[in-house]
């Protein structure tokens, strides 16, 4: 749940930063930017939320001292930020994009999955290929953590 939550942020995050950084500000779109802006609040609280929920269902017990709820959610941490340049890399891209074509399908016809901007200022710039990796590893650090879950 954390892990979902945590990403649909990442989206949200990402297409945030498409508006901020887009060069256009207000005037990217017709209707309010302010709902994405609202939306990406809303997703943060909701995921320290979901954290809160599965520390709880996690159930009882400890590792090696550490509670088990805690330790669930800590194991999740690395698994969602492995996982988040995927999700708001390409969401960004995708946002940039569809403010400078105005439509969703002329932006889908336009947009190029992976894209690697020559002119980023990030300071870990991850090209397409590392995202989907990072992603993936975040994902198989999750799904071992349910199996080892299940187990204890």
Known sequence: MFWLLYNLFALVDGFCDALLYGGKGAESFAWNEHAP???RRALAVLAAVAAAV??????PGEIEGVPLGLAWVLWNIPAAALSFSLFHNECYNFG???????????????????????????RWDF?????WVMAAAGVLWLGLGFLLHAKL
Do not use: C, H, M, P
């Not at 403010?99 to 901007?117: C, D, H, L, M, P």
């Not at 090209?127 to 995202?131: H, K, V």
């Open 37 to 39: 802006l609202l939306t």
């Open 54 to 59: 599965e520390a709880l269902l996690a159930g």
């Open 96 to 122: 940039r994009v569809l403010i400078r074509e105005k439509t969703v399908a002329r932006a889908r016809k336009v947009f190029r999955f992976n894209y690697q901007s020559s002119t980023t200022t990030a």
């Open 127 to 131: 090209d397409g290929t590392a995202r």
